[in-house]
């Protein structure tokens, strides 16, 4: 019954039922995967078999796969702000580690290619606890972001040892051919990061708006990359990191790039987990762990020397205990290029037929994964919330929210504020242009009413002609509302081959301050679609998008609650709306915060502390009032806040999608649960 069929089959089933379950156990979805493959590859099962063609084909996909979303999600702005400590850092948790790992080697009786590769493997580190430090918005922090940049380094070098060791074990390999290798490798790195980012730039440019062709060209730069690497002597993961890292300010955070991400991590890279657990022999897995000398030496090697780097990275830069340990926790998961690496070691073959590496260190490097992607992200929710931000993220509060954005160089600065409310459904308008016209007053500036007509082939179409007549007395009707509150109304037609772009087109033509949408509390098919144009404008447009179910008129609102768990920049500017409504309206805002049982009492009054800072606002004399909640449950306590407010305020966070409105999994719940009237900030993606 075996088949490619067949085969494709059980690989969806594990991907679907397997991480789930493990991660109810608190335990990675990825060691669900390798279980997976254990028990139906050859040491359990036997209906998966690694050397299929259908295997690996998925397994080798997966592969370069992973090691482009690495490159991909690096953060090159980051790595750009603190470059030189970030060259420090990447320096000492590569080379201690390093040495390490090839002590280790040499001292069970590895060769010293051997020895060096295993010192690679244990150099490198994946960001697996990064959501956690970004949730608890301390990202800013200058030794969190010397950590992320770090990672560019260690990731770069770590694959750089792997394609000189694997050409010393092919056996093709001197003096000549290393020095041919390091000057191909560095041409070829030119070539992509500059190459592929300018091709990729021109490519978005001129393909507009079609998703589906930028996707295919995004693959196409990967496996381009991938097999590009291959040509020249070194392993496809090189030419597939190099590839993400080109392509990164390709896609910024636009849609494009959570449809790679997605397809990579729903299919191809948990099929690479799966072939990593069928290469696993349990009875030498076993014997390893018998034998638990190799292992206990590498996972305490790892442990010990990425704690040195991050000691000595203190020392040097003067960083406060909680950082060194923020440090050390985020350099310690071993996962991408580390399980990457291992593989092409592991399934390298000399004319002898010998491995480079051995079942030992595969399997050591399976527990090393485990143990440290458990034990990275615990150490960094006990730390992270003890590290401060730069005082300027707070002091940034009190500056104005709403910034101007000239089209040109010129210092004009009399240009009005200004708010762009697109207008689509008769029984929500009031209240949207009610809202703009709140804020537009207190600003002392003006709403762009705007109706966007979907373009037809010929533009003397009669149905053409009847809707902008309907969208015309539409309009007509907006500018009453906005005359009622004494405000100046600009109403504008706009015909255009696509709502979202159109919104964002005549919001930039009119440098707009900011765009106030609505959102229906339906799931229909026209609320899905609804929502993706929504999730279009937040991405393309240059300003913050204000997104709104308003149950009631804006100007009978008395109460606004505001989730705080976290100081990102995207949270103050949400606070700081709030104060501007409150103040336009005489409302009240509460401060609201959710605050984990396990946080420390001296934790949570440093909190509380900031929280005074951001309520003592001398500009906007409003009412503001902080309300704290010890709950793991963030969503049912903003739920039985909301109970007593008439608005709640969010902003939005690109992870799942809710009626096609990217939010997080907490602000899904409260969307669907909710029972008054909500506000979704959007900011504009970089």
């Known amino acids: 019954m075996q088949g490619p069929i067949f085969t494709f089959t059980l690989l969806l089933l594990v991907i679907l039922v397997v991480p789930p379950l493990f991660e109810r156990l608190r335990l990675p979805g990825l060691v669900g995967l390798l279980i997976a493959g254990i028990v139906l590859g050859q040491s359990g099962l036997q209906w998966l078999d690694a050397k299929s063609e259908t295997m690996q084909l998925l397994s080798g996909i997966g592969k370069v796969y992973l090691m482009f979303v690495a490159g991909l999600e690096i953060d090159l702005k980051q790595f750009h702000k603190t470059r030189n400590r970030s060259l420090g850092f990447g320096f000492l948790t590569f080379i201690v580690p390093m040495i390490m790992g090839t002590t280790v080697g040499r001292l069970f009786d590895f060769g010293w290619n051997a020895s060096v590769l295993i010192g690679s493997l244990l150099a490198s580190h994946t960001l697996l606890a990064y959501p956690i430090v970004s949730r608890l918005g301390v990202v800013s922090n200058e030794a969190v972001m010397v950590t992320i940049g770090a990672t560019i380094i260690t990731d770069t070098a770590a694959l750089l040892v792997l394609a000189v060791c ?45 998703e589906g062709n930028q996707f295919l060209f995004i693959l196409l730069a990967l496996f381009l990359a991938s097999v590009g690497a291959q040509v020249i002597g070194v392993e496809q993961i090189v030419g597939a990191f190099l590839a993400g890292l080109a392509v990164n300010d390709v896609l910024g955070n636009s849609p494009v790039k959570e449809k790679v991400e997605f397809v990579g991590s729903v299919l191809f890279i948990p099929c690479f987990f799966i072939d990593m657990g069928l290469l696993i022999n349990l009875p030498a897995f076993l014997e390893t762990l018998g034998a638990i000398w190799l292992t206990a030496a590498i996972v305490g090697g790892l442990i010990s020397s990425k704690f040195i780097a991050a000691l000595l990275s203190k020392w040097l830069y003067h960083y406060k205990f909680p950082e060194l340990m923020t440090m050390w926790s985020l350099s310690l998961p071993q996962v991408a290029a580390t399980l990457t690496a291992t593989l092409v070691g592991y399934q390298t073959l ?109 533009m003397d179409h009669p149905q053409l002609e009847s809707l902008l007549e309907r969208n015309h007395k539409r309009l007509q009707a907006t500018i009453a509302i906005g005359q009622e509150f004494n405000v100046e109304t600009q109403a504008a037609i706009r015909i255009d081959d696509d709502v979202a772009t159109g919104i964002s087109r005549v919001s930039r033509e009119h440098n707009a301050n900011l765009i106030v949408m609505g959102w229906s509390r339906t799931t229909g ?162």
């Not at 000057?183 to 490519?203: I, R």
């Not at 409310?421 to 242009?433: E, G, S």
């Not at 049912?636 to 608005?647: F, H, K, R």
């Open 350 to 458: 000399n004319a002898a037929g010998e491995r480079l590496i051995g079942e030992g260190v595969l399997n050591s490097v399976i527990v090393l994964m485990v143990v440290t992607s458990v034990l990275g992200p615990l150490i960094t929710a006990r730390f992270a919330p003890q590290l401060t931000i730069p005082t300027t993220a707070l002091e940034s509060l009190s500056a104005p929210w709403f910034t101007h954005t000239p089209l040109s160089d010129s210092k004009e600065t009399n240009r009005p504020f200004t708010i762009v409310v697109p207008t689509y459904n008769p029984k929500t308008q009031q209240y949207l242009i009610e809202m703009a016209a709140l804020l537009a007053r207190h600003e002392s500036g003006r709403i762009i009413p705007v109706a966007i007509v979907k373009a037809p082939v010929y």
């Open 166 to 210: 694997v050409g010393i074990h092919l056996g093709s390999f001197t003096a000549l051919s290393f020095a041919t290798l390091i000057v191909g490798l560095a041409l070829y790195s030119v070539l992509v990061l500059v190459g592929f980012d300018w091709a990729g730039k021109e490519f978005f440019r001129r393909s507009g708006d079609a």
């Open 525 to 686: 098919f026209r609320a899905r679609l609804f929502g993706n144009v929504i999730d279009s404008v937040i991405c393309a447009a240059h300003c913050p998008v204000a997104v709104t179910r308003l149950l009631i008129s804006p100007t009978a609102i008395q109460s606004i609650l505001v989730l705080v768990n976290d100081f990102t920049s995207e949270t103050l500017r949400t606070i700081r709306f709030a104060q501007i409504l409150a103040d336009a309206n005489q409302a009240t805002v509460v401060l609201f915060h959710v605050s984990n049982p396990q946080m420390s009492t001296a934790q949570s009054s440093e909190f509380s502390a900031r929280l005074s800072a951001i309520a003592a606002n001398r500009e906007l004399k409003i009412r503001t009032t902080i309300e704290t909640v010890h709950s793991s449950d963030i969503a049912g306590a903003v739920l039985q806040a909301a109970e007593d407010v008439d608005l709640v305020m969010l902003h939005t966070v690109r992870y799942r999608t809710a009626g096609g409105l990217a939010v997080s999994e907490v602000t899904t719940h409260i969307v669907q649960s909710l029972n008054c009237s909500l506000i979704l900030l959007g900011e504009p993606q970089a």
